[in-house]
């Protein structure tokens, strides 16, 4: 009894998550073409979907990845002025 409950009690935060996270991923896709700061809304919706799903993981880090290799190269470019 006990495990089943615990188990409920996994799949009620996983679909919790899932909604707040998915929602808030929406808006900040949203705000790409609204005025808002979809920059910043987008990884906050991945971060929450992150915290349960794999997959919005691995997109986060690519996201990470793909921000530090740009900054870097905005850098190079600046150094070379």
Avoid: C, H, Y
Avoid at 19 to 42: H, M, N, S
């Amino acid at each position: 009894m006990l495990r089943l409950m615990k188990g409920t009690l996994g799949q009620a935060k996983r679909a919790v998550v899932a909604i707040v996270g998915g929602t808030v991923l929406l808006i900040g896709i949203a705000l790409v073409v609204l005025p808002g700061p979809a920059f910043l809304v987008i990884p906050v919706g991945l971060a929450i979907l992150a915290s349960e799903f794999l997959w919005a993981r691995k997109l986060l880090e690519v996201l990470r990845t793909r921000l530090e290799s740009w900054k870097q190269g905005k850098e190079k470019s600046n150094s070379d002025r």
